[in-house]
């Protein structure tokens, strides 16, 4: 559990976020309260549930990407998902409930990692034994020549093995076998392709069924002959992973998820809808009484045992063009009592998005443009100009936010990044007259600006 304090948060998010305060301090605080559960008396504990926020806001003002800078903030699990993906029981699709089993599948992952590191050293060691045994076999009395063109055996007296052995572990520590080859015996799963159709579940039975066919099928030995460096890598992986207690990882995983986890919910406007009685609509309708025990607390089936939702934090967000968050089921809108509106973003904003934070639109070209040997420069009031045209195209078409600055500056680097590996002139400024040169055309035609987006 992260244990960043609210101001923390927000600073972080403030290298890569520009503007939306309110959501940011939302959120913040919403982490912080995950901490301080943890820490009052158990009694209470129990009794104090995540408060969910609705971020409601066009496309393209940092809604997703406040969701995905806080999957990297945070020690908690996390998991993004789209509601629009989501079908009522009884439709063929992804049920709600598959989103908790995404996210626990994520978490195992995370920590069978965590601890395939910290058992690391040991399983390097393991593994070293084994690259030697397979170097120098222990039994048959077999020697092995160390000159120079190759590795060949040789009968010697077995009182001689100890020293060859460790003679052949110096060598493999310096890297002098590494371009040595020996035969390794790889494990290969033989499993017939199966696929299973169901309304409730079907990712989760086809998991299932692998599982439990993998374990009864043999496992199939395969003989390679891979260099000694590569094959030091699978025997240290293999050992890690044997080293590794499941039922420890799976057991931490469960109280990680059900303790701490964050599920962000993207578009949850698309299933709101004014009126059920036309046929999409009552899917729609369906999807959100099905994420309602999920969201209020219950306890969802995975391959791994019961998972309990009631302490997960959910994160929903929507544009609301069309629909209001009052659309929304009465239920599954109480379960949502935090909503924070984030603003629509104008030249000063697309400057600022431009310029400051650490992956700066800038910054990712001028960066991809050195690996040719060319050095760009933008003039400040070259900036200015494509904010400005950011926004005005904004205003004359659909307001996608930042993300008309994805397309303008393609259009308007275009020819130096198709040029760039032949050019002889390694240094290109960006002025003024340059920006309204390649963009006129666009801010111009608003039928252009339709089409580049």
């Known amino acids: 559990m992260s244990q960043l304090k609210p101001s923390e948060i927000v600073n972080a998010l403030d290298k890569y976020i520009i503007g939306q305060d309110k959501a940011k301090k939302s959120v913040a605080i919403a982490l912080r309260n995950r901490w301080r559960r943890q820490h009052v008396a158990e009694d209470l504990k129990d009794e104090i549930a995540p408060k969910n926020i609705i971020l409601i806001g066009p496309t393209g003002v940092g809604k997703t990407e406040i969701a995905r800078r806080l999957s990297k903030l945070t020690d908690s699990p996390f998991s993004k998902v789209e509601a629009s993906k989501f079908t009522e029981v009884g439709y063929v699709g992804r049920d709600v409930e598959s989103m908790i089993r995404d996210l626990l599948e994520l978490t195992v992952n995370a920590v069978r990692q965590r601890e395939q590191i910290a058992v690391r050293k040991k399983a390097e060691q393991v593994a070293e034994e084994r690259m030697l045994d397979l170097l120098l076999p222990k039994t048959g009395g077999a020697n092995i020549s160390l000159q120079a063109g190759g590795i060949s055996q040789e009968a010697s007296p077995p009182d001689n093995n100890v020293a060859t052995r460790q003679k052949l572990r110096e060598m493999l520590k310096k890297g002098t076998l590494d371009n040595r080859f020996v035969d390794l015996d790889v494990s290969e799963k033989s499993m017939p392709m199966v696929e299973i159709f169901s309304n409730s579940g079907m990712e989760e039975m086809g998991i299932n069924l692998r599982d439990m066919l993998g374990n009864i099928m043999p496992k199939n030995k395969k003989r390679r002959k891979v260099k000694v ?52 609509d009552v899917s729609r309708e369906g999807v959100q009484r099905d994420l309602l025990p999920i969201v209020e607390g219950s306890t969802v089936t995975t391959k791994y045992g019961p998972v309990k939702t009631d302490h997960i934090l959910f994160i929903a967000s929507g544009a609301f063009h069309t629909v209001k968050p009052s659309d929304l089921i009465p239920e599954l809108q109480g379960r949502f009592p935090i909503r924070v509106e984030l603003n629509s973003l104008g030249s000063a904003e697309f400057y600022r998005i431009l310029t400051e934070p650490r992956n700066a639109l800038l910054l990712q070209y001028i960066a991809l443009l050195r690996t040719e040997g060319v050095e760009i420069v933008f003039e400040d009031e070259a900036v200015v100009d494509i904010a400005r045209t950011a926004e005005d195209v904004n205003n004359l078409t659909e307001n996608i936010g930042a993300r008309r600055l994805h397309t303008l500056m393609e259009r308007l680097l275009e020819d130096v990044l198709f040029a760039a590996p032949d050019m002889d002139e390694k240094k290109v400024v960006i002025d003024s007259a340059y920006v309204q040169e390649k963009l006129k055309d666009i801010k111009g035609d608003e039928d252009l600006s339709r089409y580049i987006l």
Do not use: W
Not at 241 to 251: A, H
Not at 260 to 275: P, Q, T, V
């Open 229 to 280: 460096k590569e094959a030091m890598q699978t025997l240290i992986e293999e050992e890690a992973q044997n080293l590794v207690e499941m039922d420890r990882v799976i057991k931490l995983a469960i109280e990680k998820v059900e303790e701490s986890g964050i599920i962000f919910l993207d578009e949850i406007d698309k299933i709101a809808g004014k009126d059920s009685r036309h046929g999409p």
